[in-house]
């Protein structure tokens, strides 16, 4: 009976340290600065810089917006890319500081955004539609913005949560450009590489799968939406099988939305450099 009570307590004071260690990691945010090569990479956009936000989950985060803020500042960034569910559907949008963050991080740098299945599930989608246009984000549903980085065009391009590349309509060859996609879901990954002969992303912007909520030590994430147990696409970089040069760049986000608390697996603030060395 002893041996079974000192068991249990051991038990129980193991599970209570994983909680503990799950809430300081929820509150403590992993800055990732990552590095992608592209050789066809114009020389005047060598050593662009990128931030890469997603899944915020507005009021889900325990990371302060004025954090994010201030990381971007710090990481003085070209574009700022935000992939979607940046408020839970389960918010309301009046009650968070949606339109403060977007406004700070828009004056820091052009700012780009799509939506997320949280975004498009809610009655409130017309209503953050209007707040990221008018804080200064450019919201891309099915479409594409030639911007001006560096001296460079560069095709910057979106699509609404759940659609594919094949619904971008194209009034401009973007062939010869650097083209740059943002997308919710990171699962269909290899379908926006081929979907389009007339659009090849070089590099892909996702979120969606929070890390797979619990990551396991070399193993990576234990579950996401769309992708199920021990999911492909988490976090970090991935090369497409078809062309290694077309890369996948996923965040695990900011905030949690059903499941609580995430084990292993900080909030995630993303810095990216592109080279052409």
Known sequence: MKKFLWGFIFLCLIFIMLLVHGYNENRSLDVDELTIRLPDLPD???????????DIHFPKNRI????????????DPD???LTGDLIDRTASIEDVPLAELIQSLSQIAPTYSVSGNHETSSRQLDQWNDIMTENGAVLLENDIHIATLSGEKVAIMGV?????????????DIRELPVLLLAHHPEFFPSYTTDNPDIQPDVTFSGHAHG???RLPFIGGLFAPGQGFFPKYTSGVYSSSQNADQKLVVSRGIGNSLFPLRINNKPHFIVITLTNQ
Do not use: C, R, W, Y
């Open 44 to 54: 005047n956009l060598d050593q662009l810089k990128i931030v890469h936000l997603s």
């Open 64 to 75: 302060d917006p004025d954090h994010l803020i201030k990381e971007t500042q710090k990481a």
């Open 79 to 81: 574009v700022i890319f």
């Open 160 to 172: 609404k949560d759940g659609n594919q590349t094949s619904m971008i309509p194209l009034s401009e």
């Open 212 to 214: 797979g909520q619990i």
